[in-house]
């Protein structure tokens, strides 16, 4: 996973893109009463001026968190004794990085500062921004991140650039702003160069008169809900020729920056699961990942977009939810100036910075930590990751026949096929997949035109959408045997009112996809679940056509 190395010889700094805000965004002004936070903290001061609580008076003198140690063996149930205890108190005077009295009082909207600089010191340590003046703003989470993304950058009725198909609470904001989107075609390592090659050169012919797009969303590695990641050397060639701004041919990787600069497109880095990669699923293999340093982990791992970014065109949501715990609501904006600041103004009236129990806890535990110790943490995650990915994968295999893609003529399969085990001739595949190096999902391509069931729908002239329906049977089916399964439909991207059943969305007829996680349930459940899948399958496949 690892990629060529770095051809960058000095940082930069960020170009202008002002015009990139929208009206409201340009409109907004600094809170006064936040601003005049900053200088409570100067010495000497004697402030009447902010109606802030006096800190003697918060109930919380101080609390007692056990945690893990960060080198703890995640694939044991027992709970180290040493070295996991977090005492967080009251006293700003003590040798704690952030206290109580100051998490939990009003602040300037930014986050604590010392967490902030955790974060940036971070940041250049794994990620290597090309631009130097980047800056960290904290934010309740990347849900909340891409929200104030979207609000400072799109009017109403503005077209997103966004994967083929897509986290479905990323639209579900801007879906009501009556903006819409713009899906890009995916190959095996996420969204296609060429096809965004297309749509943009074509923009001008398909959509006369119509805006073009300026924002475009992705989730790089293992994309939610489709498991891909793109890989380092398709992401080096992509974000190298943006920052020399130079185009070396007209063709793939290349052009599709050179259409990024000409189109004057900015990048919206979702990356949740950055930490969780690891190597490619081979079946009877590794029970487990070799040990590594933290040195050898950080090198394995696809570099952010930010590396490349000359022009501080990205903008990274970077969060604890898959690495510490999602109810931290927790996480962080790593961008130019320009764009942070002016999160910072809606921050300030929106949500203001995230809870101070959040920001405490993080920064106690990762001071204790220390930046390599959280590094090995997330290195032995990932291991755990890797291990429940083998799980589902080999749950998959022991309850059906799988063969690889490439040894079967079957259109747009790609990884592995999966047969009934009765199907002992292979003819008739049920889904495809390709097992996932990063993430926590398997995004299966069903072939409905193998059922009875879908062929009846199919004829039924008064059946509008035939693959929405079968979907449906199917999820219902494999609800009633109690394994749940999340409908492959909730991830088409929002292209309009007058695009929403399959065939005016220009879908492929006969095919429909499912997403399964196999990030909460155990090894004994996945092989329970996909026992059940298998019956259901053989059930909707192989049954009376008219009736499940």
Same mark, same amino acid.
């Not at 965004?25 to 936070?37: Q, T």
């Not at 394995?300 to 510490?324: A, H, M, N």
């Not at 300030?348 to 590094?375: D, F």
């Not at 069903?446 to 008064?462: H, I, K, M, N």
């Given at each position: 996973? &690892?990629?060529?190395?770095?051809?960058?010889?000095?940082?930069?700094?960020?170009?202008?893109?002002?015009?990139?805000?929208?009206?409201?965004?340009? %409109?907004?002004?600094?809170?006064?009463?936040?601003?005049?936070?900053?200088?409570?903290?100067?010495?000497?001061?004697?402030?009447?001026?902010?109606?802030?609580?006096?800190?003697?008076?918060?109930?919380?003198?101080?609390? *007692?968190?056990?945690?893990?140690?960060?080198?703890?063996?995640?694939?044991?149930?027992?709970?180290?004794? *040493?070295?996991?205890?977090?005492?967080?108190?009251?006293?700003?005077?003590?040798?704690?990085?952030?206290?109580?009295?100051?998490?939990?009082?009003?602040?300037?909207?930014?986050?604590?500062?010392?967490?902030?600089?955790?974060?940036?010191?971070?940041?250049?340590?794994?990620?290597?921004?090309?631009?130097?003046?980047?800056?960290?703003?904290?934010?309740?989470?990347?849900?909340?991140?891409?929200?104030?993304?979207?609000?400072?950058?799109?009017?109403?009725?503005?077209?997103?650039?966004?994967?083929?198909?897509?986290?479905?609470?990323?639209?579900?904001?801007?879906?009501?702003?009556?903006?819409?989107?713009?899906?890009?075609?995916?190959?095996?390592?996420?969204?296609?160069?060429?096809?965004?090659?297309?749509?943009?050169?074509?923009?001008?012919?398909?959509?006369?008169?119509?805006?073009?797009?300026?924002?475009?969303?992705?989730?790089?590695?293992?994309?939610?809900?489709?498991?891909?990641?793109?890989?380092?050397?398709?992401?080096?060639? /992509?974000?190298?020729?943006?920052?020399?701004?130079?185009?070396?041919?007209?063709?793939?990787?290349?052009?599709?920056?050179?259409?990024?600069?000409?189109?004057?497109?900015?990048?919206?880095?979702?990356?949740?699961?950055?930490?969780?990669?690891?190597?490619?699923? *081979?079946?009877?293999?590794?029970? %487990?990942?070799?040990?590594?340093?933290?040195?050898?982990?950080?090198?394995?791992?696809?570099?952010?977009? +930010?590396?490349?970014?000359?022009?501080?065109?990205?903008?990274?949501?970077?969060?604890?939810?898959?690495?510490?715990?999602?109810?931290?609501?927790?996480? $962080? /904006?790593?961008?130019?100036?320009?764009?942070?600041?002016?999160?910072?103004? %809606?921050?300030?009236?929106?949500?203001?910075?995230?809870?101070?129990?959040?920001?405490?806890?993080?920064?106690?535990?990762?001071?204790?930590?220390?930046?390599?110790?959280?590094?090995?943490?997330?290195?032995? +995650?990932?291991?755990? $990751?890797?291990?429940?990915?083998?799980?589902?994968?080999?749950?998959?295999?022991?309850?059906?026949?799988?063969?690889?893609?490439?040894?079967?003529? *079957? #259109?747009?399969?790609?990884?592995?096929?999966?047969?009934?085990?009765?199907?002992?001739?292979?003819?008739?595949?049920?889904?495809?997949?390709?097992?996932?190096?990063?993430?926590?999902?398997?995004?299966?391509?069903?072939?409905?035109?193998?059922?009875?069931?879908?062929?009846?729908?199919?004829?039924?002239?008064?059946?509008?959408?035939?693959? &929405?329906?079968?979907?449906?049977?199917?999820?219902?089916?494999? %609800?009633?045997? +109690?394994?749940?399964?999340?409908?492959?439909? $909730?991830?088409? #991207?929002?292209?309009?009112?007058?695009?929403?059943?399959?065939?005016?969305?220009?879908?492929?007829?006969?095919?429909?996809?499912?997403?399964? &996680? $196999?990030?909460?349930?155990?090894?004994?459940?996945?092989?329970?679940?996909?026992?059940?899948? &298998?019956?259901?399958?053989?059930?909707?496949?192989?049954?009376?056509?008219?009736?499940?």
């Amino acid at each position: 996973m &690892a990629t060529t190395k770095h051809r960058f010889q000095a940082q930069r700094v960020s170009v202008d893109l002002r015009h990139h805000l929208n009206a409201h965004s340009k %409109a907004r002004h600094p809170s006064p009463l936040k601003d005049i936070i900053k200088f409570m903290g100067c010495d000497g001061m004697v402030s009447l001026a902010g109606g802030l609580p006096h800190p003697s008076l918060f109930p919380f003198q101080s609390a *007692i968190i056990q945690t893990y140690p960060y080198d703890k063996n995640l694939s044991t149930p027992e709970v180290e004794k *040493i070295g996991n205890e977090l005492l967080i108190t009251e006293d700003e005077s003590s040798q704690q990085l952030l206290s109580l009295s100051k998490a939990l009082q009003y602040g300037s909207g930014t986050g604590d500062q010392s967490l902030r600089g955790w974060a940036r010191e971070f940041t250049n340590t794994v990620f290597k921004p090309a631009c130097s003046d980047f800056e960290i703003l904290l934010n309740c989470g990347n849900t909340d991140g891409w929200n104030k993304i979207v609000r400072m950058l799109c009017e109403p009725g503005d077209f997103i650039l966004v994967e083929q198909y897509t986290y479905p609470s990323a639209q579900a904001l801007w879906i009501p702003m009556g903006c819409v989107g713009v899906p890009i075609k995916s190959d095996g390592q996420g969204m296609s160069p060429e096809d965004l090659d297309s749509v943009l050169a074509s923009w001008e012919e398909a959509r006369p008169g119509v805006k073009r797009p300026h924002l475009l969303y992705l989730v790089p590695v293992g994309s939610n809900p489709t498991g891909l990641t793109m890989d380092g050397d398709r992401r080096e060639k /992509f974000m190298t020729s943006a920052s020399n701004m130079v185009c070396l041919e007209n063709s793939g990787a290349l052009a599709k920056i050179e259409l990024i600069l000409n189109t004057d497109i900015i990048i919206c880095e979702d990356d949740p699961y950055s930490f969780l990669q690891f190597p490619a699923y *081979i079946h009877g293999g590794e029970a %487990a990942l070799n040990p590594t340093t933290p040195q050898e982990y950080l090198d394995s791992l696809v570099p952010s977009f +930010l590396k490349c970014d000359t022009q501080g065109r990205v903008i990274r949501l970077d969060t604890f939810s898959k690495t510490l715990a999602p109810g931290n609501r927790l996480g $962080y /904006f790593v961008a130019n100036p320009l764009f942070t600041e002016r999160l910072l103004r %809606a921050t300030e009236v929106e949500t203001q910075s995230p809870s101070g129990w959040s920001q405490v806890i993080a920064m106690s535990l990762l001071g204790k930590w220390g930046m390599m110790g959280y590094v090995e943490w997330l290195s032995n +995650l990932r291991g755990q $990751y890797f291990l429940r990915r083998n799980w589902m994968c080999d749950s998959i295999a022991l309850n059906f026949t799988l063969v690889p893609a490439t040894s079967r003529s *079957i #259109p747009g399969a790609a990884g592995l096929v999966v047969f009934s085990k009765d199907d002992e001739s292979l003819t008739t595949p049920l889904f495809s997949f390709i097992p996932p190096t990063a993430g926590m999902f398997i995004w299966a391509r069903f072939y409905y035109s193998g059922s009875s069931r879908f062929r009846v729908l199919q004829a039924d002239e008064t059946c509008v959408d035939p693959e &929405a329906v079968f979907e449906t049977e199917i999820w219902a089916e494999m %609800a009633k045997a +109690l394994v749940l399964l999340t409908p492959g439909s $909730y991830y088409e #991207p929002w292209q309009g009112k007058e695009k929403t059943t399959t065939k005016s969305r220009g879908g492929e007829t006969g095919i429909g996809f499912f997403r399964l &996680a $196999y990030s909460l349930v155990t090894k004994e459940e996945m092989e329970l679940g996909m026992e059940r899948m &298998a019956a259901v399958l053989e059930k909707v496949f192989k049954g009376e056509p008219n009736v499940l």
